[in-house]
């Protein structure tokens, strides 16, 4: 059976594939700044906003890991520096630093959003990004105007670009890297993804007839974890009841 980390597995989408890839008989270990009502095979409390306890995290983890979801996630209506930090750097950091205790063959998801879907245009700050650490970041969103929600969107558009830019960057050892875009989902932050979009929100919800549900992400996340995702590395899975495709038919 295989071992599997899984962020943010106190809620919504993480507790969703947190329960789901129990249900197929993973040995579960859950991480979250809270304790979640299931903690599986075990539970790892940390701040995943600070590197140093993102160091302990990995210290106490053990080695052999076969799958890696980072799920945890802050949304718009946070204050910018927080978001960035949980979204982006403390996901690179914990993904990196866990990596020597990831097992050959291994998975890594990435809770990206469909709120990253323009992440093109953002190259030149998504470049700068690559190196950021976790005290420069006032001065980075400065820099690039990166203030309220933007930050969000951010997050997310470098979320995919590096997860795309790393799809392969352990090659020997056949690590691989994929992400998963929700649309908005129906867990305790679809308020705050609501009100950050205004008046597009009910446009949008009209497309994809309903908001998702965390049991809607749960199963893709667990198959890109699973070896039947093994030729599957550096995708970005849209799961938004066909808004990417609305986007896109739009352009073209
Ligand atoms: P949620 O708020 O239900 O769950 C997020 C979990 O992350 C919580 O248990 C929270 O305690 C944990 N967390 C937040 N900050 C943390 C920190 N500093 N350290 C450790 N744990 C921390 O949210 P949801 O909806 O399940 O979101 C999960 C992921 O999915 C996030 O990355 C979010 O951006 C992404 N997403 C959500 C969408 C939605 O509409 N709900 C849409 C697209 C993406």
Not at 48 to 63: F, G, K, T
């Amino acid at each position: 059976n295989k071992t599997l980390v899984i962020t943010g597995a106190a809620s919504g989408i993480g507790a969703a594939t947190a329960a789901h890839c129990a249900a197929l008989g993973a040995r579960v270990l859950c991480v979250d700044m809270r304790p979640p009502a299931r903690q599986h095979a075990g539970f790892f409390q940390a701040d995943l906003s600070d590197p140093a306890a993102i160091d302990r995290l990995v210290a106490e983890l053990p080695a052999g890991i076969d799958g890696l979801a980072n799920i945890a996630g802050l949304p718009p209506t946070r204050p910018a520096a927080d978001v960035l930090k949980v979204n982006l750097l403390g996901l690179r950091h914990l993904t990196l630093g866990l990596l020597p205790k990831l097992a050959d063959g291994a998975s890594i998801v990435n809770l990206a959003s469909l709120a990253g879907f323009e992440w093109p245009q953002a190259l030149p700050a998504i470049q700068a990004s690559e190196d950021l650490d976790f005290a420069a970041v006032p001065a980075f969103c400065e820099r690039f105007g990166i203030h309220g929600a933007r930050s969000y969107f951010f997050s997310k558009e470098a979320l995919i670009a590096w997860t795309l830019r790393h799809r392969w960057s352990w090659r020997a050892r056949g690590i691989r890297m994929n992400a998963v875009s929700p649309g908005p989902v129906d867990t305790p932050i679809l308020q705050d993804f609501i009100e950050t979009l205004g008046e597009r929100a009910e446009e949008d919800m009209r497309i994809m007839d309903r908001p998702g549900r965390a049991d809607d992400i749960a199963p893709v996340v667990a198959f890109l974890l699973s070896d039947g995702a093994a030729w599957i590395r550096g995708t970005n899975v849209p799961v938004d009841g066909g808004m990417h495709a609305h986007i896109l038919a739009q352009i073209h």
